[in-house]
């Protein structure tokens, strides 16, 4: 089934666009998966490249680049998820839950995918802090009413607004129901969805 999304950010289409200096973007947890992590895999081959190709750019040029320490969490389980899936192709289907407790090879094997993507990371990008406390979860709820991202997002966009951050670089089409903030994607439903909702720009 289609994804009928209602686009109420601004979308930028990152295939044509060229990152200015004064660019502030906050970078999403899936495209530090493909930027970093070298056993990344995507159903869409060409994410592989456009996403750390436009941050590659915006990096040389200095524009200010952030990360969430919650995409840690998302990093970790993409690149765990990964690992098992490669580690099955050689010995057959095996549970999450055993993957993780009983193969500790695996698991050292694992930890340092992880170590050296987040390292890299953090060498790119400074922190957004966020403080999960009554207001920002109270926040969260509040806008999880009118804007369908998913639980991690919440925060991430809190962390956003709180910061003055209105651009990121995100695959994840939920990001185009915010409005106030600019999407930069390659994400082609979301592009034309965009279009035709009068909401892409060219800058």
């Not at 999304?5 to 947890?29: G, H, M």
């Not at 990344?40 to 996403?51: G, T, V």
């Not at 403080?131 to 709820?141: E, K």
């Amino acid at each position: 089934m289609a994804i009928n999304y209602t686009i109420q950010a601004q979308v930028v289409d990152i295939t044509t666009d060229t990152p200015k200096t004064e660019d502030v973007f906050l970078v999403d947890t899936n495209v530090w998966y493909w930027m970093t992590y070298p056993n990344a895999i995507s159903f869409i081959p060409s994410q592989l490249s456009e996403y750390p190709g436009y941050l590659n750019k915006a990096l040389g040029i200095h524009s200010r680049i952030h990360h969430s320490g919650l995409s840690l969490a998302e990093l970790a389980h993409l690149i765990e998820r990964t690992e098992r899936e490669i580690y099955e192709k050689t010995v057959g289907q095996i549970k999450p839950k055993e993957y993780r407790h009983n193969l500790a090879a695996e698991r050292s094997r694992v930890f340092s995918e992880i170590q050296a993507a987040w390292g890299q990371v953090t060498a790119l990008a400074d922190p957004l802090t966020v403080t999960i406390d009554g207001h920002t979860t109270a926040a969260a709820l509040n806008r999880f009413k009118t804007e369908k991202v998913d639980g991690y997002d919440l925060f991430i966009l809190e962390s956003m607004k709180n910061h003055g951050v209105v651009q990121v670089i995100t695959d994840d089409g939920d990001f185009a129901t915010v409005p106030g903030i600019q999407v930069f994607t390659a994400n082609r439903n979301v592009i034309n969805a965009a279009r035709s909702q009068g909401k892409l720009i060219i800058r």
